[in-house]
Structure formats: C-alpha cells, structure tokens
C-alpha cells in the first residue's frame, strides 16, 4: 500500500507510472488488499494499460483488483518453471474463480526471455468473461514487507481486445503469425475482426523456429496453399479446452476448421504431480492452493502441437497458443506412426523384421491406410488366435503381408486424389468404387455419395443416392477401403509427412486365413500340415488307382 501511496521511492516514474490504477483501488475502496499480511504476490498494470479508455477503467472493479493478488504466495520470476501450474488468487469465491499462472517465453533469437502473468477465470459471473487474459511483466520482483509485486502492461480479468487487435499487438508472442496472415493472407483478417465468433490456434514467434523454413516459404509462394494452411488454424466457432477435454474423455474429439473441411483432432491429459507441480490438495498457511492445468493437444494435417496458452478471451472468440505450426509437416511416414498413440498397435507390428525400416526414406512416397488400435482390438475380439499369432512376433511374413496390403509406394495421396481416382467410375447402392493397386493386392476405394436437398434454410434434407460424384470434393461424405467384403471406414484422412499422407482407418483389411493358411514357412512345414498333405497325396492316387 505504501508503494501506491508513494511509488516515486521506488522509481515507480514515467513509463512504470501506476497513478490510474492507484485511483481506481481508492474509487473502489479497496486499499486493505495491498496492506494485508503475510507473504503475497501483487500484479500492478501501469497507466499505459488502462488510460485513456474510460469503459476500461470501469471494467475493473473490486473482484478484478482481487484478482491480480495471490495470497500466502510470493511468486519470483527467477522461480517460474511451468505454466502448468495455477495459483488461486483473492478472486476465488463461490461464483467466480480466477487462477493466477505466470510462464517465461524466449523472444529473440539470442535467447532473451519475457515473463507473463495469466488469469484464468474457470467459473464467470455476469460482470466477468470466462477464459484467459495474458500480460506481460514489464518490471518484475519489487521486494515490499508483505511479498513482491510485479507492474505489468495489461489488466488482468478484462476483455477488450477482438482476437485481430490481439494478434497485432507490438512485440506480442504472435507478431510473426500476425505478419504470415498479413503478407500472404489479408483476407482472414476480415474474419477475426468480425462480430462472428471464431477460435484462433495460433503459432507463437518460437513455433517459426521448429518449422522447416524451405517448406514454409515454398507454400507461401502458392496462394492455394497458404490459403489452406493459415484456415487450418481457425474454427468457425467459440472452442474452449474445457469442452476439449470432456469430450476427449469419451471419444477422439475433432473440429472442422476452415480450411477446405479440413479437421483438428484433440486429446487432453492431467500431468502427474512432480517436484514443481504442488497436488491442487495441498495447501499451508504458507502457500495458497494450487491446481494443474491439463495438457491440450491437438493434430493438423499431419502436424502435432501442444497448446502452450489456452483460452485467451477476446470479444469476438478465443485464442489458443500453440507451439507448432499446422500443416507444415517435419515427420517420416515412420516417425509418425511411432509417435501418434493411436496408431502404437500398427508400429508395433511394423518393427517386426524391420519392415517400415523403408518408411524412414525421406525420398520415396507412401499412401497407408492405418488401422487404428481400436480396429486391432476388434480383431483381437474376433480373431484371438489370428491376433496372437501376429502380435507375438513369429509370425514377421504374415504381418508384412497384411501390411503391404494397406500400402501404397511410390506415391502420396490425399483423400482428395484418391477420389479424383473414382470420378470416372460407376455408382453401386449409394458408393463409388475404385480398385486401387496396393504393394501387395488390390482393394477397394468407396465415396459415399451424399446429396442434400431443400432450399429453405433449416430445413435441408440429406439423403444418399445413386448420383455422381460432386464437382467439388467433400470432406464431410464417409469414405471407406474393402478387400474381401471387408469395409473400414476413414477416421482420419490425410495426416501428412514428408515422404507420405496417412490415411487412419477403423478396421483391418486381414481374414483369418491371412495367418492360418497364407505362404509362409512356419505354417506349411508345421506336422499337422505334413501329416494332411501325405494324407491327400495318398488319397488322390488311390482315386486314381497309381
């Protein structure tokens, strides 16, 4: 409290100057907050963020001011080792409860750092937005008698911002997405400065150093594609993590984006408690609670990122901020399925002989249609000898050929070719079929083909029909593979790598026999499969009277 009496003292001046926000606690009434005991953490905007936008002054009120204080905590910069970890703040009540996290971000290419503070307000009331504010901590660790307080450039708890405001900040985490839309793009900005409500997964400046830049200038040079991949990152629609992770609980949550119907596909996880990562149920008279955020990540066009900051609010949607950018692939067909969980049963059974030991190749190109661990489980229900003998390791020839069956060499293709293959072919009982010619066999490529109908608006109908295929290509019909009456449908379409796209399927193209009687060693010269063939053998020239 002495500090906002007297901030001259501790050369509180000129662009540290927190006069507004000092007459805006003494408006309030508030000054007990800033003179309570104990060891807490203050967060202090200064007059740049509040002057001289009057609708922002009156924005703050008491519980916003309880929001930039942690209580029974002092939280240094020097200390912060993940964002992960959230504080509750004074403005943690029965109706509204605000976290407080802090996180450091590098910002140059010299490894300069930046600290930011965050409110996260979990459960709003009708005066506060839920979601998340971030600042940054222009003047950090001013030590005072009851804790240490940090000045920073944004109000904490108040949304004023649309998510393009946002974006064009100078100096802000987003300033290189900011001038990738800007250069290549200006057309999306139109979209996030509307009134409409959209969800930005934008990559932070730090994403454009994990990024093969060869690739990226190549896709800038085509207004096509940099089209494409700058709409993969936004959603038509307000998509929070909360409703991520409910979902993510009971099924593979995906979001059509703008791009073409191109999805995004979530997971989401609690980290597990560690040295810096307090249980949300321990609690002291020296440290307030603390809660672990869950970790969001999501899939693009064959790109894995990791929200690093989620549910930024703004007044027209929310921004998430990821560490990659989408749509710029830097995975093998190999390294890919090693590293997508839902596809671990699929790699395991590939080690065996070494058989994707090809999908490492960097200068060939693949199509696989993968089965995802669900389509092996279903296999292990129904076939349980067939499964065990594939997945115990003896059996590398049978699996090589079940595999080649779902691959493609020598060339890459997208859901979209792939139909483009089926343009010319006939239409059965509402699918469209093409033979396309595996490493090992051919299958079959079905489109289900979808017409709608009804001109007035809610009240479209959907039927499917013997019609040719749309002009136009659909992300939103149901697209399958079959071989031998067996039909698996595509989950996941186009997971792009390097060398390859990847095609995620919910069955296995196999039969039984594909183990019990398919070319191979260890089934012909078994006993039993001697012991019968003498038998035949010896029947057939009885028959024939040798």
């Known amino acids: 409290m002495k500090l906002l009496e007297k901030p001259r003292i501790y050369g509180i001046v000129d662009r540290f100057s927190i006069s507004e926000f000092d007459k805006r606690v003494r408006e309030l009434g508030v000054e007990d907050v800033f003179a309570m005991k104990g060891k807490n953490t203050f967060f202090i905007p200064v007059d740049s963020a509040l002057s001289p936008n009057q609708s922002h002054k009156d924005m703050i009120d008491k519980q916003v001011v309880h929001g930039h204080v942690v209580p029974n905590r002092v939280l240094f910069t020097r200390t912060v080792t993940s964002s992960a970890n959230q504080y509750e703040s004074l403005a943690f009540t029965d109706n509204l409860k605000v976290f407080i996290t802090m996180e450091n971000v590098t910002v140059a290419e010299g490894g300069e750092m930046a600290y930011y503070v965050k409110s996260n307000t979990i459960a709003s009331d009708v005066s506060h937005k839920k979601g998340t504010v971030i600042s940054r901590i222009i003047k950090g660790n001013v030590p005072v008698k009851n ?132 249980s949300s149920s321990s609690s002291s008279s020296s440290s307030s609670s603390s809660s672990l955020m869950p970790v969001v990540t999501l899939e693009g066009a064959g790109v894995n990122a990791t929200i690093t900051t ?38 395991s059974l590939s080690e065996q002989k070494e058989w994707n030991k090809r999908l490492r190749d960097r200068d060939e190109k693949f199509t696989l249609f993968v089965p995802s661990n669900e389509a092996w489980s279903y296999v292990k229900r129904t076939m349980p000898s067939a499964h065990k003998k594939l997945f115990m390791g003896e059996f590398s020839y049978h699996v090589r050929y079940i595999l080649e069956r779902h691959m493609i060499v020598g060339e890459a293709f997208s859901l979209e070719q792939l139909t483009a293959l089926t343009s010319n072919s006939s239409v059965r009982e509402g699918f469209q079929h093409e033979r396309l010619q595996m490493t090992r066999g051919k299958i079959y490529f079905q ?33 399958y593979v079959e071989w031998n009456g067996i039909r698996a449908k595509v989950i996941r379409p186009d997971v792009e790598c390097v060398n390859g796209i990847v095609h995620i399927i919910d069955g296995v193209l196999m039969v039984n026999r594909d183990v019990t009687v398919s070319g191979g060693s260890k089934v012909l010269h078994s006993p039993s499969v001697v012991v019968v063939l003498s038998v035949l053998v010896g029947l057939v020239g009885a028959l024939r009277g040798d």
């Not at 920073?152 to 987003?174: A, F, N, W």
């Not at 017409?451 to 608006?457: I, K, L, R, T, Y």
């Open 447 to 479: 489109a289900r083909v979808r017409q709608s109908f009804g001109a007035e608006e809610g009240n479209m109908t959907e039927i499917e029909a013997e019609l040719p295929m749309p002009e136009e290509f659909d992300y939103s019909s149901e697209y």
């Open 310 to 347: 989620a549910n930024i609010a703004t007044k027209n949607g929310v921004i998430h901020i990821i560490d990659r950018i989408l749509g710029i692939p830097s995975q093998t067909v190999y390294e890919k399925l090693g590293s997508d969980p839902m596809l671990s049963s699929s790699f």
């Open 147 to 278: 804790g240490v307080v940090h000045f920073i450039d944004r109000s904490l708890m108040v949304v004023t911002s649309s998510i393009m405001l946002y974006l064009q900040e100078k100096d802000g985490q987003l300033s290189k997405f900011y001038q990738l839309i800007k250069e290549h793009y200006p057309e999306l900005t139109y979209k996030l400065v509307s009134q409409n409500e959209h969800t930005l997964f934008a990559p932070s400046n730090e994403a454009f150093n994990m990024v093969n830049m060869r690739r990226l200038n190549e896709v800038t040079l085509n207004k096509e594609r940099i089209t494409r991949l700058l709409n993969l990152h936004v959603i038509g629609r307000r998509l929070t993590t909360d409703e991520i992770v409910d979902h993510s609980t009971r099924e593979l949550f995906q979001a059509e984006t703008l791009s073409s119907r191109r999805k995004l596909y979530f997971a989401a996880n609690l980290p597990a408690p560690g040295p810096h990562f307090p």
